[in-house]
């Protein structure tokens, strides 16, 4: 069955550094959302790509699809403390949607 | 508008009992689904309801059951539960689930003992 998986499992920067995470499926996907959750809290949307090779931008995020509709990242520049917590891609293909296991995202002042 | 509510937020159960949670999503949403996060697994999709009826299921012993009623509030059931059991049941409502956003509900945290 598809596999979504989610890479680094935990990364630890310095304010001001930038992170990147990546997800990668092993079927091609009709769309992909990444979801960000604070530590004790819930998954919050952030953004869903649909195109290939599509690239979207909020603020310090940058979101892209690959080509192949197989992979994407999420890539924070300049990362601030408010940018803690774990990131969640998930892809779906056909009616299964599947997470990846998710980014842990740890910024130190 | 109001969120997804989930209830109860925590709950302790002995190994062998079952546990019912329940979820009431965003007004006018009518797909429900849920979720089991543990720190080893992650997210993983349980079942999905739309309009009453289960259109997607997870890969869950049949202990892990559903149901949604005409309000589109769901409950999901476990039943002879197991220490591996514990874990956050996460609700999400949404408008479509097959192309929209999930909302979260806060979850309900379970621990088996």
């Known amino acids: 069955g598809q596999q979504v998986m989610q890479i680094p499992q935990y990364q630890h920067v310095q304010e001001g550094e930038d992170f990147t995470t990546y997800c990668n499926s092993s079927t091609t996907l009709s769309n992909i959302q990444w979801y960000k959750q604070r530590p004790g809290g819930h998954p919050v949307f952030l953004i869903q790509l649909v195109k290939s090779g599509e690239v979207k931008k909020q603020k310090r995020l940058t979101f892209q699809f690959g080509e192949a509709k197989k992979n994407s990242s999420l890539h924070i520049t300049a990362t601030q403390t408010t940018d803690v917590g774990t990131y969640f891609c998930a892809g779906r293909s056909g009616y299964a949607l599947n997470f990846g296991k998710g980014t842990s995202l740890l910024v130190t002042p | 508008k109001a969120g997804v509510t989930q209830t109860p937020r925590y709950l302790i159960k002995t190994r062998g009992q079952q546990v019912t949670l329940s979820c009431s999503p965003i007004s006018g949403h009518r797909s429900v689904s849920w979720y089991q996060q543990t720190p080893g697994q992650g997210l993983q999709f349980l079942f999905e309801y739309f309009s009453e009826t289960q259109r997607n299921k997870g890969n869950f012993p049949g202990r892990f059951s559903g149901r949604q009623f005409s309000n589109s509030r769901s409950e999901m059931n476990v039943s002879t539960l197991e220490l591996g059991d514990s874990a956050l049941y996460l609700c999400?409502?949404?408008?479509?689930?097959?192309?929209?956003?999930?909302?979260f509900g806060e979850g309900s945290r379970l621990t088996v003992l």
């Open positions: 999400a409502s949404s408008l479509d689930w097959s192309t929209g956003e999930l909302f």
